[in-house]
């Protein structure tokens, strides 16, 4: 592959925080897994067609995408049974017939109309990947985050900035409206419905966070731990002769996670002396959104990636959030004009805890001469410390995460099946990552140079 076609294509990704591999495989032109995508160079292609077709992946669960695939969809739906017969012979094997049967194949028919990478003829018109993508980027940059915009009428309330902030976020006009009245008494009411909104959240049970074990993030994680599986020699015959099975199991898992880390985020803000508004708005958060960074390691600039969250289908863990993390949220609400919006304010809480994590925990491991390059950080997981594996796990997130490694959304679901460690270099930044699973290495993954991402081992 040209040269110059492989730094397009990783700048371009780079717009939306998402890295680039390129690999020499059989059998496949491209696929995304975690926050990468992988182009196979080996194949003669038209490699940034395939490239664009990875990246609406990461998009497909955004309103813009649906709003889109729907009009195209519509527009051709005098051809659908026809694509949609050569589409099940493209992806035969891939996908299962309970995904077909649910859609899957009208996703990628709409991804390849999007980049006008399909073997049909469509009229002119179609090739509106950028147009969407731009779109997207606005939408993730711009429109995702807490809103923190108040407006005149906001600001001349009696309630505190959040919750003023509350009023901004809970109250849609329909569904859930802002209470009448004048003076104290709106106030009173507004405050009434702020407590009774926490202790909803407060009270949700383990079925609001049971995920589908057909969601799109379950079967991405089913491939991924396979292809680790292969990459270091095992066997994965147990896993692919039932994929149902496998599904079952991750979605299974995580959902227990997932639960069992909100939890510990409710017991601990239970226990904060911070006003209920900011603890309702962080739950609800949390619940609703996952928040990305990934930062550019030569020009050290970070991207913010918001992605809409579904309680039944996603499996990125929750927010970093702490004792630590809430407090700074909480006193710099009012200094908007540093943070903008309410990611870098985020962002900033969780950078100043990071710094805070490095300079505990560190290890010697005996007959390791780390020559002076650095640190070995050891996070404690549930099998050896069941009390505060899940504190660990924030502790483990906020450390890595302007690397690439998918710890930083899964920290405590890593940290369920064994302990971790971190090896940082004297400016605390992380290089090499080793996973357990018991007493054995479940996985080991690195940085080298900070530019270039080796895969898993």
């Given amino acids: 592959m040209d040269e110059s076609i492989k730094q ?71 051809k659908l049974d026809d694509i949609r017969s050569e589409y099940e012979l493209r992806y035969f094997g891939l996908y299962s017939e309970e995904e077909i049967k649910a859609g899957v194949l009208d996703t990628e028919i709409a991804i390849d109309m999007m980049v006008d990478n399909s073997s049909f003829e ?12 731009g779109q997207i980027q606005h939408s993730i940059e711009e429109k995702r985050y807490l809103n923190l915009s108040l407006t005149a009428n906001i600001r001349g309330m009696n309630l505190s900035d959040w919750e003023k902030i509350f009023v901004l976020n809970y109250y849609d006009g329909k569904e859930r409206r802002l209470p009448q009245g004048k003076g104290a008494d709106r106030v009173q009411a507004i405050r009434e419905d702020i407590e009774k909104y926490l202790q909803e959240l407060y009270e949700l049970d383990e079925t609001s966070m049971q995920i589908d074990s057909h969601s799109p993030e379950v079967i991405r994680e089913y491939e991924s731990e396979i292809k680790a599986l292969k990459a270091r020699g095992e066997d994965t015959f147990y896993l692919e002769s039932d994929p149902e099975r496998g599904y079952e199991e991750i979605a299974r898992r995580i959902s227990e996670q997932l639960y069992a880390e909100y939890k510990h985020i409710v017991d601990l803000m239970k226990g904060l002396d911070i006003e209920p508004s900011l603890k309702s708005m962080m739950l609800r958060e949390t619940l609703t959104k996952v928040y990305k960074l990934d930062r550019d390691n030569e020009t050290n600039k970070g991207k913010t990636i918001v992605k809409n969250r579904k309680l039944n289908e996603s499996i990125a863990g929750h927010m970093i959030l702490n004792e630590s993390t809430l407090q700074f949220i909480y006193e710099h609400i009012g200094n908007l004009d540093e943070f903008k919006n309410f990611a870098n304010l985020y962002f900033a809480a969780v950078e100043i805890y990071k710094n805070t994590v490095a300079e505990k925990s560190q290890i010697t491991l005996e007959g390791v001469d780390t020559y002076g390059k650095g640190t070995w950080i050891k996070f404690d997981g549930k099998g050896t410390d069941e009390e505060n594996y899940l504190e660990n796990a924030k502790k483990l997130s906020a450390l890595v995460q302007d690397t690439p490694w998918c710890t930083k959304q899964l920290a405590s679901s890593q940290l369920a099946n064994g302990d971790f460690y971190v090896f940082v270099d004297a400016e605390q930044k992380p290089h090499i990552a080793v996973r357990m699973e018991g007493k054995s290495i479940g996985e080991v993954r690195g940085i080298y140079n900070r530019t270039r991402i080796r895969r898993r081992i």
């Fill in 122 to 133: 469509y009229e002119d018109g179609l090739k509106i990947g950028d147009d969407f993508l």
């Fill in 8 to 78: 397009r294509i990783i700048e371009f990704n780079n717009q939306f925080g998402i890295k680039t591999v390129f690999v020499t495989q059989k059998d496949v032109m491209g696929y995304a897994l975690g926050n990468t995508i992988y182009i196979n160079e080996s194949v003669e292609q038209d490699y940034e067609k395939t490239n664009r077709h990875e990246l609406l992946h990461f998009f497909e669960e955004t309103p813009e995408f649906e709003a889109t695939k729907k009009r195209l969809l519509e527009e051709h739906a005098d």
